[in-house]
């Protein structure tokens, strides 16, 4: 398995979920990565935490956007992350699979070496040092 990372999208109402749906199979459809794992979180105006697996009445086509999930995220991890958002808001976790670093991965091991990080920077954060004079 590639590396995996994990995207919290957030929006302010469910409805709006449905738009990410052609996204997430135009990306996944030429194999360089694969949705491991997704949940929607979102964080009622009482507190409380309500945690939905994804189905295709959620974000269409799921179930072919996603064919093989494994359960890698949990309830806690929800949690963790609802207490960023604001009351009423929904949070969209995705674990994606980076399938195209497998052939670094396996080029690094057949010569003794691991894949120790894999660090995504935040296009707002690579901006911001880009203007910092080294």
């Known amino acids: 398995m590639g590396p995996v990372e994990v995207l919290v999208l957030s929006y302010p109402d469910a409805g709006l979920l449905r738009g990410i749906a052609p996204v997430l199979e135009e990306l996944t459809r030429d194999g360089s990565f694969r949705i491991v794992d997704a949940l929607v979180a979102t964080q009622a105006p009482d507190g409380g ?3 939905t697996d994804l189905e ?3 974000i269409p086509r ?3 956007i996603s064919p093989h999930p494994r359960p890698l995220l949990s309830g806690s991890d929800a949690e963790l992350i609802v207490g960023a958002l604001a009351p009423g808001e929904i949070a969209l976790v995705v674990a994606i699979e980076h399938v195209w670093a497998k052939s670094i991965a396996s080029v690094v091991a057949d010569s003794g070496g ?4 894999h660090v995504r920077v935040r296009p707002d954060i690579v901006e911001a040092a880009s203007l910092v004079d080294s």
């Open 56 to 58: 295709d009445d959620v």
């Open 62 to 64: 799921w179930s072919a």
């Open 114 to 117: 691991i894949l120790q990080l």
């Open 49 to 51: 935490v309500t945690v």
